[in-house]
């Protein structure tokens, strides 16, 4: 018996769960389960999904499982997905980067992202690998600096693509505050 490589194809036993983000969790489409790894499967994505993923181009989608990025040789029998958990495909809004800094009690730190669907598990990622231990299992929300008398809340991908969007500001100043 030999070790699939990325060339070979073998035969998926179960569907393939997928979620782009900003919509609900499906099964992958028959006609797409004949690609072996997540590279052939990228263009034949931005072909079935254009509506969604507009002019992305196959070489800038991310896949994403289990909170790790995938690379693109993974073959998609390899991956035991469900509705729960799905195979997430992370795509550009727009060239935009942005510049945060977030503050913490008496500390902050500083942190460029760039302007995808996966804008707030970046943020988080980011926020928790900093403050580990004050942190924990916590919920955490952003406010912006210096308007914590007029606060907006953000908690979710939402919040924050809608608040980049409605500012258009490249630099913004975040107080992270913990919910516990």
């Not at 782009?20 to 006609?31: D, M, N, Q, S, V």
């Amino acid at each position: 018996m030999s070790i699939p490589t990325f060339t070979q194809q073998l035969p998926l036993q179960q569907p393939l769960w997928i979620q782009i983000e900003g919509t609900e969790a499906t099964a992958l489409p028959a006609e797409l389960l004949s690609c072996s790894n997540l590279d052939r499967l990228a263009p034949k994505l931005c072909e079935k999904y254009k509506e969604v993923l507009k002019n992305t181009s196959p070489l800038v989608l991310k896949f994403i499982f289990d909170n790790r990025e995938l690379r693109r040789d993974t073959i998609l029998s390899s991956l035991s997905t469900t509705g729960g958990t799905p195979l997430v495909i992370r795509y550009p809004l727009s060239g935009r980067k942005f510049r945060f800094r977030f503050h913490l009690s008496r500390s902050s730190f500083k942190k460029d992202f760039p302007h995808t669907t996966g804008l707030w598990c970046l943020v988080n990622d980011a926020i928790f690998t900093k403050w580990p231990n004050e942190i924990q299992d916590n919920m955490i929300y952003l406010t912006e600096s210096g308007r914590e008398n007029d606060k907006i809340e953000i908690t979710s991908d939402f919040d924050l693509l809608t608040y980049i969007e409605e500012n258009g500001k490249n630099e913004i100043s975040f107080s992270v505050h913990i919910r516990g």
